[in-house]
């Protein structure tokens, strides 16, 4: 599937702003799976350079200044993204307590960067109640994969999607508590009672195709942001799950970035002098492209 994403965030402030310093994390990764045709990065006002760089987790980063005075502030990223279809190999998936005990062992490159998934972060705590919670899916000496499939599938059930129920700040004990949020929470959750059972999930950052009703037309900018996770399942790599709507990411679903949680892959963040109150605006579109024509043989 071939896609046109349009990530545009307004900031309207009631007073000027006379310095802000920002950075910007729009840019979808480049992946096996996922192939970026193109992207571009509009700034209003134009910034006089744009300094891009890698971050440690190899998410692309833009990081602009704007030191003239001015009252609105829009970024705006623009990306053509083709998403490949893939056919799952997952084999006899080992059980979830051995991928646990195994991960501290595993010194490959690959075990020792899912091995920092693993611990608390910044917006993700552990706690006894969490792995309560995981562990009436995750029984004794059940497949990791099994187990995670029905976890998730609780949480989809067990945890209601309600907007404007939580803001960036909540934290997990509190969406634990409350049964509801939205994706940001869903996937912190899930990241959390698994970290509290010793495995590796990071947190995902990108976009969801949605679908209007039978009947409706598709409405531009309806889209938004989405969160899902990754776990790390030894021999067989990460296994991407949406637990807000209960599948495993496919087409669907666009990869901008990853990292332990919600803080390392903000989408837009900075510091500003002066500005007052201010009033923002997000709107996403995610447009499906015809496929590319095919050269003759």
Known sequence: MRYKVTHRTAYRY????????????????????QRLESFTLNLSPVPGEVIEREDYYGNTLHLFSIQEPHRDLVVEAQSEVEVLATTPTYGSSVRWEEA??????????SGLD????????PRIRLRSEF???ARQSLTPARPLREGL?????????????QPNATSVSTTVDEV???????CQDFAQMQIAMLRSLGLAARYVSGYLRTTPPPGQERLVGADASHAWISVYCPG???LDLDPTNNVVPGTDHITVSWGRDFSDVSPLRGLILGGGVQALKVGVDVEELPALATAAP
């Open 149 to 161: 499939l029905e976890l998730t599938d609780r949480l989809h059930r067990e945890f209601r999607f």
């Open 236 to 238: 067989e790599g990460w």
């Open 176 to 182: 634990f508590a409350r049964r509801r949020g939205v």
């Open 131 to 133: 792995a309560g919670y």
């Open 114 to 121: 899912a091995y920092q998934f693993r611990f608390e972060s």
């Open 100 to 109: 646990a005990a195994l991960l501290p062992q595993d010194h490959s490159t």
């Open 14 to 33: 009631n007073y000027p702003v006379s310095v802000g310093n920002h950075l910007a994390c729009l840019r979808p990764r480049a992946l096996a799976t």
